[in-house]
């Protein structure tokens, strides 16, 4: 059987339909992303894993304006899909869904691990709280194999949501990068090799 490994990404999330709006009036479009249709690590971690792994990329509801109970209702829709022992990895907004989910809901399968990538804690770095996806002053991630992942120059999530994180999970192994952003590389050897020390 094929081992699974789900990865949750990232989004937006506002307070109301005005703030939703004004983010879109004031968003800078990179058009040479849409040119290049350039994809990050996620899929590329299907193909450095190998046939081994089942890499599963759920587009989440409505990204760009996202609700964690629309979230969490289309993720218990693919748990009946899952073996009985899966790895989550979150990024960005993801991390702090998948963080909040599995505080507040016992996940029926077994977790053999939890990584979260650049994740937000409170707030981002334009101020934004996380609202509907606000985390519970006591996280467990119902795991003892948790990975953190952030660097210092995210102009998206501020590195202090890392240091966040390892205070409100302090067995987690943390790996800090220097010059990563936000982490939307086409790579990423770190989470790869984490991942298959974990599984091998």
Same mark, same amino acid.
């Given at each position: 059987?094929?081992?699974?490994?789900?990865?949750?990404?990232?989004?937006?999330?506002?307070?109301?339909?005005?703030?939703?709006?004004?983010?879109?009036?004031?968003?800078?479009?990179?058009?040479?992303?849409?040119?290049?249709?350039?994809?990050?690590?996620?899929?590329?971690?299907?193909?450095?894993?190998?046939?081994?792994?089942?890499?599963?990329?759920?587009?989440?509801?409505?990204?760009?304006?996202?609700?964690?109970?629309?979230?969490?209702?289309?993720?218990?829709?693919?748990?009946?899909? #899952?073996?009985? %022992?899966?790895?989550?990895?979150? &990024? $960005?907004?993801?991390?702090?869904? =998948?963080?909040?989910?599995?505080? *507040? /809901?016992?996940?029926?399968?077994?977790?053999?691990?939890?990584?979260?990538?650049?994740?937000?804690?409170?707030?981002?770095?334009?101020?934004?709280?996380?609202?509907?996806?606000?985390?519970?002053?006591?996280?467990? #991630?119902?795991? %003892?194999?948790?990975?953190?992942? &952030? $660097?210092?120059?995210?102009?998206? =999530?501020?590195?202090?949501?890392? *240091? /966040?994180?390892?205070?409100?999970?302090?067995?987690?192994?943390?790996?800090?990068?220097?010059?990563?952003?936000?982490?939307?590389?086409?790579?990423?050897?770190?989470?790869?090799?984490?991942?298959?020390?974990?599984?091998?």
């Amino acid at each position: 059987m094929k081992k699974q490994i789900v990865i949750i990404h990232g989004g937006d999330t506002f307070e109301n339909q005005e703030a939703y709006l004004d983010f879109l009036k004031n968003y800078e479009i990179d058009i040479e992303r849409y040119k290049s249709s350039k994809d990050d690590w996620k899929p590329w971690l299907r193909e450095r894993l190998g046939d081994d792994y089942e890499v599963i990329l759920p587009t989440m509801p409505n990204k760009t304006n996202a609700q964690f109970g629309e979230w969490k209702l289309w993720f218990e829709k693919i748990i009946p899909f #899952l073996n009985e %022992e899966i790895i989550l990895v979150g &990024h $960005s907004l993801g991390a702090s869904f =998948v963080a909040k989910y599995l505080s *507040e /809901n016992k996940f029926p399968k077994k977790l053999n691990g939890v990584f979260l990538v650049s994740g937000v804690f409170d707030k981002d770095s334009d101020g934004y709280s996380l609202l509907s996806f606000s985390l519970p002053e006591k996280l467990d #991630l119902q795991t %003892e194999n948790l990975y953190l992942y &952030h $660097s210092k120059d995210d102009p998206v =999530v501020p590195f202090s949501a890392l *240091e /966040n994180f390892i205070k409100a999970l302090p067995k987690a192994h943390s790996r800090v990068f220097e010059n990563r952003k936000h982490i939307n590389q086409p790579e990423f050897m770190e989470l790869a090799e984490d991942i298959l020390s974990l599984t091998n």
